[in-house]
C-alpha cells in the first residue's frame, strides 16, 4: 500500500480530466477531431495535458519507489507537494490568457527539483 502516493496520484487524475476536458472543449468549439487543424487554442490545451503527461508520469512512480524504499513521510510528501504542486502552477500559467510566466516557470523549476531529489535519493537509497 502506498497511501501517500495514492493521495498525490488521485490529485494528479483530477488536474489531468481537467487538463483533457480543455482539449475536449476545444475539439467542439473548433469541430476538430483529430490534431490541432492549425488552430493556436486547441494546440496550447492539447500541449498543456501533455506536458502534465510527460512530467507527471515519471514524478509519480519516483514518488511510489520513495514511498515504497521507506522515505519518511514527510518527505514523501513534501516530493508529492512539490510534484503536483509544480504542475498546478505550470498548467494554471500556461493555459491562463495571456500566459503568467512566472507561475510556468516556477512550476517547472518545481517539478524538475522533486524529480533531482528523488531520483538523487533513490539512488543514494540503493547505493548507500
Known amino acids: 500500500m502506498l497511501p501517500i502516493t495514492s493521495l498525490y496520484a488521485g490529485g494528479a487524475a ?15 468549439k473548433h469541430k476538430i477531431s483529430v490534431g490541432d487543424g492549425g488552430n493556436r487554442a486547441l494546440l496550447m490545451a492539447i500541449r498543456a495535458q501533455g506536458n502534465f ?6 514524478g509519480l512512480v519516483l514518488l511510489a519507489l520513495s514511498e515504497a ?5 514527510l518527505a514523501t ?3 508529492g507537494v ?3 504542486g509544480g ?8 493555459t491562463a490568457r495571456p500566459q503568467i510566466l512566472i507561475l510556468r516557470q516556477a512550476g ?4 524538475l ?3 533531482l531529489v528523488a531520483g538523487l535519493g533513490l539512488i543514494a537509497h540503493t547505493l548507500f
Do not use: C, D, K, W
Open 113 to 115: 527539483l522533486m524529480l
Open 108 to 111: 517547472i523549476v518545481l517539478n
Open 82 to 84: 512539490m510534484l503536483l
Open 53 to 58: 503527461v510527460e512530467y507527471t508520469a515519471l
Open 87 to 94: 504542475r498546478l502552477m505550470h498548467a494554471v500559467g500556461f
Open 77 to 79: 510528501h513534501a516530493l
Open 14 to 28: 483530477l488536474l489531468f480530466v481537467y487538463l483533457s476536458l480543455g482539449v475536449s472543449r476545444q475539439r467542439l
Open 69 to 73: 524504499q521507506g522515505a519518511p513521510a
